[in-house]
Nanobody
Framework: QVQLVESGGGLVQPGGSLRLSCAFS????????MGWYRQAPGKERDLVAR???????NYANSVKGRFTISRDNAKNTVYLQMNSLKPEDTAVYYC?????????????WGQGTQVTVSS
């Protein structure tokens, strides 16, 4: 059964931190790279950070130096540590494979977790 459960979002002041978690299950995720994506109101869903099964990482320029992606392969969980948060980081955050396997019948998105950065 394919499942994606994102958690850890919330309301935080500018400069604050949050740690997001994503628990996943299903063959679509087996040994694949994973990514965190975000979608702000009225905007497209964009890749924020990605990590290979072996732990190599890559970040969008807008979050480089502030966000850290990690994963625990034994727990089928990927994390996103977000520091020095800015109002422009406000969005719903999702995890999924990288790249996205749209053509697979078991492709889906989780419910996401809302991150709001505001004073």
């Amino acid at each position: 059964q394919v499942q994606l459960v994102e958690s850890g979002g919330g309301l935080v002041q500018p400069g604050g931190s949050l740690r997001l978690s994503c628990a996943f299950s299903g063959s679509i995720f087996s040994a694949n790279a994973m990514g965190w994506y975000r979608q702000a109101p009225g905007k497209e869903r964009d890749l924020v950070a990605r990590i290979t099964y072996g732990g190599s990482t890559n970040y969008a320029n807008s979050v480089k130096g502030r966000f850290t992606i990690s994963r625990d392969n034994a727990k089928n969980t990927v994390y996103l540590q977000m520091n020095s948060l800015k109002p422009e980081d406000t969005a719903v955050y999702y995890c999924n494979t990288w790249p996205l396997y749209y053509s697979r019948s078991d492709f889906l998105w989780g419910q996401g977790t809302q991150v709001t950065v505001s004073s």
